[in-house]
């Protein structure tokens, strides 16, 4: 099995910046993509920013020029730096890893239990 764990959220002012992680263990071979996504008070999950294994980034519209994500292949650790903040980016921030098990041998989704985001206005 695989667990993601995530950290770093908050409460913080508009305009203001927060980083969250995300944290890989488990029977973990290698780790595909891996993305953050955000849920508002009664809206549905949506893409914030994904990253593939070797780097390449893509962000939604919202997040371009604010938001990197990045990652640790060595520790199996995904970032978020969010700067610039805005109180519509409040939300539950979710971790997602498509990942290769070593037992069983095979690819799965996985989501983090998600870490709440709050900016104030």
């Known amino acids: 099995q695989v667990q993601l764990v995530e950290s770093g959220g908050g409460l913080v002012q508009a305009g203001g910046s927060l980083r969250l992680s995300c944290a890989a263990s488990g029977s973990i071979f290698s780790i595909n993509v891996m993305s953050w996504h955000r849920q508002a008070p009664g809206k549905q999950r949506e893409l914030v920013a994904v990253?593939?294994?070797?780097?390449?980034?893509n962000y939604a519209d919202s997040a371009k020029d604010r938001f990197t994500i990045s990652r640790d292949n060595a520790k199996n650790t995904v970032y978020l730096q969010m700067n610039s903040l805005k109180s519509e980016e409040t939300g539950v921030y979710y971790c997602?890893?498509?990942?290769?098990?070593?037992?069983?041998?095979?690819?799965?989704?996985?989501w983090g239990q998600g870490t709440q985001v709050t900016v104030s206005s």
């Open positions: 997602y890893a498509r990942v290769a098990t070593i037992a069983p041998a095979c690819f799965d989704d996985y």
């Open positions: 990253i593939t294994s070797r780097g390449n980034t």
